[in-house]
């Protein structure tokens, strides 16, 4: 049976990255996102994996939509092997948590917890039914957000924490069954959403705010996902993985 894989926001940035490395590995992939097929990114996406991934419009935010997502993916390309949870929003305004608006942390949880929750859900009920000897697996991409404070971003830092602990307990769940669920947590990473403060972080990272001293690419984060993936480490599942070159080490 071939491997297939879904990933949300697999159009773009850390998540093409990632569909990217999936293709060669063998993977066909399904790139989910609420983008529609003419968007410039999506249409970039499909060009360059050459027949290797098809799209389906979705909105994480639908969750009603979810069933037809996975009717479609599936009669498309077969059982999901591999699921990327990486889609998601950032805050969308900036600024003073004291001045946070209901608004504005609904449209965040609404995408990065419930929308991706409900997917997920989904995803493994698919799992569990057409279980058989393929390895599967459940990523969920979520940021160094999960642990470190950003005042100015709170629904967002809130968000990613609470989709570190949905990993955990989707790894409990679904470990009796050979399914392995993993969180990354990226930190810096250059993609078009960074690009806009490219200049403001460069000296702070090589002047050590990153140990690694040096700005993070899609491609570090797609190695992690196609080790977890392929099964390469199938008995971590629960895992938490940074992949920030050291960001979130606590240092004095």
């Not at 990486?86 to 609404?110: C, T, Y």
């Not at 000897?133 to 404070?149: G, K, N, P």
């Not at 990153?210 to 008995?235: C, I, L, N, S, Y």
């Amino acid at each position: 049976m071939s491997r297939v894989a879904l990933v949300t926001g697999g159009q773009q940035g850390i998540g093409l990255g990632i569909s990217r490395l999936l293709v060669d590995a063998g993977f066909q992939v399904a790139l989910a996102s609420r983008s529609g097929q003419d968007s410039p990114a999506v249409a970039a996406a499909l060009s360059e994996l050459d027949g290797a991934a098809c799209y389906f419009q979705h909105d994480l935010s639908d969750v009603d939509h979810v069933p037809a997502l996975l009717d479609e993916v599936t009669q498309a390309l077969g059982p999901i092997t591999a699921f990327v949870s990486n889609a998601g929003v950032g805050a969308p305004v900036r600024g003073d948590m004291l001045e946070l608006s209901p608004e504005n942390w609904d449209f965040v949880q609404n995408i990065n917890l419930r929308g991706a929750f409900f997917l997920a859900q989904a995803v493994a009920k698919h799992m569990l039914a057409e279980a058989g000897e393929d390895y599967r697996s459940i990523t969920f991409i979520t940021s160094v957000s999960a642990a470190m404070v950003s005042t100015e971003r709170a629904e967002y830092c809130v968000s990613k924490a609470g989709a570190a602990m949905m990993s955990q307990l989707f790894a409990a769940r679904l470990a009796p069954h050979g399914i392995g669920v993993f969180e990354l947590r990226p930190g810096i990473i250059a993609t078009e959403m960074t690009a806009g403060v490219r200049d403001k972080y460069t000296s702070r990272i090589e002047g050590g705010l990153v140990p690694a001293q040096r700005w993070g690419d899609p491609k570090d984060v797609a190695e992690v996902v196609v080790a977890a993936a392929t099964g390469q480490m199938r008995f971590a599942t629960g895992a938490s993985i940074p992949v920030d070159g050291g960001l979130s080490i606590s240092r004095l």
